[in-house]
C-alpha cells in the first residue's frame, strides 16, 4: 500500500483528511481506555494488521524488510482471539494490564487504491508502563492504513502495515496493539 514519491496528499482541510484524521484519533481513544471491543468494531471483515521485521542492512543502505517474517500477520479472527484472551484473565503478559496513551501524528491522506477507499499514512508513539516498578517503554512507528467507507457512511480498518523504528523490539511483549 505504499504511495509513489510523486503522490500528492489531500489537503488537510478537506473533508476526507478530517474524516481520516478523527478516525485515527478515535481509535486512540478506544485503545488508550482499553475499549477493546468497540475497537474491533471498527475493522473491516476482511482486515490485514500487519509488522514486518526490519533489518538493518551492513553495506548501509536503508533499513529493509525480512521476506516472510512479521511481528505479526493478523486477520479479524485472530485480532479477536488475541481480545478475548485479553479478557480470561490468563493473559499474563497484560497482568497487571498495561497503561498506554497513543501518540498519532504526521497524518497524510491520499486517495485509495479503490473507490470509497482512502490511503492513510501516520506516525505513531506508544507510551507503556505496568505495574508499579517497570520501566516504561517507548514504541515509535510508522503506519500505512487502508480505510474503507461502508455502507452507513463511516470508515472502517481494512489495513494497516506498521513499520517500528528500531529493528530489535526493546518491549516485554506485543500483546498490546498499534
Given at each position: 500500500?505504499?504511495?509513489?514519491?510523486?503522490?500528492?496528499?489531500?489537503?488537510?482541510?478537506?473533508?476526507?483528511?478530517?474524516?481520516?484524521?478523527?478516525?485515527?484519533?478515535?481509535?486512540?481513544?478506544l485503545l488508550d481506555s482499553y475499549q477493546l471491543d468497540e475497537w474491533l468494531g471498527l475493522l473491516c471483515e476482511d482486515i490485514r494488521y500487519l509488522m514486518p521485521v526490519q533489518v538493518t542492512r551492513v553495506d548501509g543502505a536503508l533499513p529493509d524488510f525480512q521476506a516472510d517474517m512479521d511481528h505479526f500477520d493478523e486477520d479479524l479472527y485472530s485480532l479477536r482471539l488475541r481480545v478475548a484472551r485479553l479478557r480470561t484473565g490468563h493473559a499474563w503478559t497484560e497482568d497487571p494490564r498495561?497503561?498506554?496513551?497513543?501518540?498519532?501524528?504526521?497524518?497524510?491522506?491520499?486517495?485509495?487504491?479503490?473507490?470509497g477507499e482512502l490511503s492513510v499514512e501516520s506516525s505513531v508513539l506508544l507510551f507503556r508502563s505496568?505495574?508499579?516498578?517497570?520501566?516504561?517503554?517507548?514504541?515509535?512507528?510508522?503506519?500505512?492504513?487502508?480505510?474503507?467507507?461502508?455502507?452507513d457512511g463511516r470508515y472502517r480498518l481494512a489495513e494497516r502495515t506498521l513499520t517500528v523504528d528500531e529493528s530489535v523490539l526493546r518491549t516485554q511483549n506485543l500483546a498490546i496493539f498499534l
Amino acid at each position: 500500500m505504499s504511495q509513489s514519491l510523486s503522490a500528492t496528499p489531500l489537503p488537510y482541510s478537506s473533508e476526507a483528511h478530517q474524516q481520516a484524521h478523527q478516525f485515527l484519533v478515535e481509535e486512540a481513544h478506544l485503545l488508550d481506555s482499553y475499549q477493546l471491543d468497540e475497537w474491533l468494531g471498527l475493522l473491516c471483515e476482511d482486515i490485514r494488521y500487519l509488522m514486518p521485521v526490519q533489518v538493518t542492512r551492513v553495506d548501509g543502505a536503508l533499513p529493509d524488510f525480512q521476506a516472510d517474517m512479521d511481528h505479526f500477520d493478523e486477520d479479524l479472527y485472530s485480532l479477536r482471539l488475541r481480545v478475548a484472551r485479553l479478557r480470561t484473565g490468563h493473559a499474563w503478559t497484560e497482568d497487571p494490564r498495561s497503561r498506554v496513551r497513543h501518540f498519532v501524528t504526521n497524518v497524510r491522506t491520499f486517495a485509495g487504491p479503490n473507490e470509497g477507499e482512502l490511503s492513510v499514512e501516520s506516525s505513531v508513539l506508544l507510551f507503556r508502563s505496568r505495574g508499579d516498578n517497570s520501566e516504561a517503554q517507548l514504541v515509535s512507528a510508522g503506519r500505512k492504513d487502508v480505510l474503507r467507507q461502508s455502507v452507513d457512511g463511516r470508515y472502517r480498518l481494512a489495513e494497516r502495515t506498521l513499520t517500528v523504528d528500531e529493528s530489535v523490539l526493546r518491549t516485554q511483549n506485543l500483546a498490546i496493539f498499534l
